[in-house]
């Protein structure tokens, strides 16, 4: 299993991002895919997670009316369209996946991609 993750960059409070993990290698049509972040000197936080080819999907708190996951089943790519952005979301994003169950914690899951630091600052 691959995950490449990318789209982070400098925006400003109150920008938009859009962030992209491409995943290959998958032997089940349905898995979860799911994104984490990690400030500066904070442990990795859950952001959001859906199951592919099925209808689970979940956002932390935090995050929830402005962050939107989209999926294109064509490029098997899932997208983190973040809103409405604060300093507080300023991070790396990782993208990581898991045959198993839907969870919050990043123990739960057994691929990760490389990061793609998203920085909100005026």
């Known amino acids: 299993v691959q995950l490449q993750a990318s789209g982070g960059g400098l925006v400003q409070p109150g920008g938009s991002l859009r962030l992209s993990c491409a995943a290959s290698g998958f032997t089940s049509r349905s898995y979860i895919l799911a994104w984490f972040r990690q400030a500066p000197g904070k442990e990795r936080d859950f952001v959001a997670a859906l199951r592919w080819n099925g209808i689970s999907i979940l956002y932390a708190t935090s995050v929830k009316g402005r962050f939107t996951l989209q999926e294109d089943k064509v490029k098997n790519t899932l997208y983190l369209q973040m809103n409405s952005l604060k300093p507080d979301d300023t991070a790396i994003y990782y993208c990581?996946?898991?045959?198993?169950?839907?969870?919050?914690?990043?123990?739960?899951?057994?691929?990760w991609g490389q990061g793609t630091l998203v920085t909100v600052s005026s």
């Open positions: 990581a996946a898991t045959n198993d169950m839907m969870s919050q914690i990043s123990t739960a899951y057994e691929y």
